[in-house]
């Protein structure tokens, strides 16, 4: 468990998958949460159930271009400030070579999704992280933003591999003002998103290509989100940090 009373996290797509393991590991830290979720009103009135304290839900659409900046100010309003973003929400959608309109329909929901809404929220944090002293951003990338992704998904490769891009630069720029940048690059990580790819492939086949014989689960991607958040190790900033179970190797 790391540290983190008093810290207010920002941590979109929170209410399933990644995020909600994310938010069960800052919670437990201490920080105020605020999780912010796309449709599924569902999981949010689960979440808010498990974590009546410390637990501020937002709703958004970041497939809505102006989503990302409702997001940040509505999520800014809770506490008056923010000290780490993790900007975690993403989708894995196909762009298909043989069908122009879905090819271009999922080119630009990849880059909207999967890096213009990180990167405005980037935006909004680092123009407030200069005004409070610093903070913390994570961005959660993947093994594909390395290698790119398969035939099937070009657009979301390029739009993680843009991610990462996005995460150095800031990284590189602002760390003289005490804003740190990391990326989390997971490989296959067992959530709604792996399901479709395991069930096609097979639990077994995917497992026997993996080192560790398992999919990661999401709750050893919330443990370094938690770590990276404490500020325990500031000289990090610009890494990503793989999580592959060695599956990818760099
Ligand atoms: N699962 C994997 O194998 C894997 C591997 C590498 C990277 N990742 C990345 O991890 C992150 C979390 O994914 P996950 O595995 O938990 O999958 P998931 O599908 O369970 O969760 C994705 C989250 O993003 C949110 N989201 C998607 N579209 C949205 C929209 N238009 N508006 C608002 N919210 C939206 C969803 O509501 C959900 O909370 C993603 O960025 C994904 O690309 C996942």
């Known amino acids: 468990m790391f540290d983190l009373k008093g810290k207010t996290i920002l941590v979109t797509g929170a209410t399933r998958g990644i995020g909600a393991a994310v938010v069960a590991e800052i919670h437990v830290g201490g920080a105020n949460v605020i999780g912010h979720f796309g449709r599924n009103a569902g999981y949010a009135e689960a979440m808010q159930k498990q974590y009546p304290e410390r637990l501020h839900l937002v709703r958004a659409d970041l497939k809505d271009p102006a989503g990302a900046d ?5 999520a800014l309003a809770v506490h008056g400030r923010i000290d780490v ?12 070579l043989d069908d122009a309109t879905a090819w271009v329909r999922s080119w630009a929901e990849n880059i909207q999704v999967n890096l213009q809404a990180p990167a405005d929220l980037c935006r909004h944090a680092i123009r407030h992280f200069q005004a409070i002293g610093g903070g913390i951003i994570v961005n959660m ?9 398969g ?14 891009a996005l995460t150095k630069g800031i990284a590189r720029g602002y760390a003289h ?5 990391y990326a989390i690059a997971p490989g ?24 560790l014989r398992e999919v990661t689960p999401p709750e050893d991607v919330a443990a370094m989100v ?21 599956e990818y190797v760099r």
């Open 85 to 96: 973003l993790v900007n975690n929400a993403g989708i894995y959608l196909a762009s298909p």
């Open 70 to 74: 409702r997001l940040w100010h509505e």
């Open 226 to 246: 938690a770590f990276l958040a404490s500020g325990r190790c500031r000289h990090a900033t610009g890494c990503t940090v793989d999580i592959t179970g060695a």
């Open 151 to 164: 035939p099937e998904h070009l657009a979301y490769g390029a739009a993680k591999g843009g991610l990462l």
């Open 177 to 181: 003002e005490n804003i740190l940048a």
């Open 141 to 149: 990338a993947s093994r594909s933003s390395h290698r790119g992704d």
């Open 188 to 211: 296959w990580v067992r959530t709604a998103m792996a399901e479709e790819h395991i069930a096609t492939v097979g639990e077994e086949a995917v497992t026997a290509a993996l080192p």
